[in-house]
């Protein structure tokens, strides 16, 4: 079982980014796979309530890839973010966000 993230990068305040997560090993399809993300000095959390309506999430079934399209980037967003497979307990190595002001 794998989860590889990628996409992640340094923007600047207001800018977007889109993070995908390909998985191997088990299907995407009729799993629950999250986004998480674990701030400097923080602990983790769900990205998606942490958002606020800024993020959303797509999937592709047939690619075994999932996207986290992140919109109005904050610098309070910088932080290692991952994607998560709630049923096995896998997590990826995780892609780095960096937003500055």
């Known amino acids: 079982v794998r989860l590889v993230e990628s996409g992640g990068g340094s923007v600047q305040t207001g800018e977007s980014l889109r993070l995908s997560c390909v998985v191997s090993?088990?299907?995407?399809?009729?799993?629950?796979v999250k986004w998480a993300r674990r701030g400097p000095g923080k602990g983790p959390e769900w990205v998606l309530s942490a958002g606020q309506g800024r993020f959303t999430v797509t999937r592709d079934n047939a690619e075994n890839t999932l996207w986290l399209q992140l919109n109005n980037l904050k610098p309070e967003d910088t932080a290692m973010y991952y994607c998560?497979?709630?049923?096995?307990?896998?997590w990826g190595q995780g892609t780095q966000v960096t937003v500055s002001s």
């Open positions: 998560y497979d709630y049923g096995g307990g896998y």
């Open positions: 090993g088990f299907a995407l399809s009729g799993s629950d």
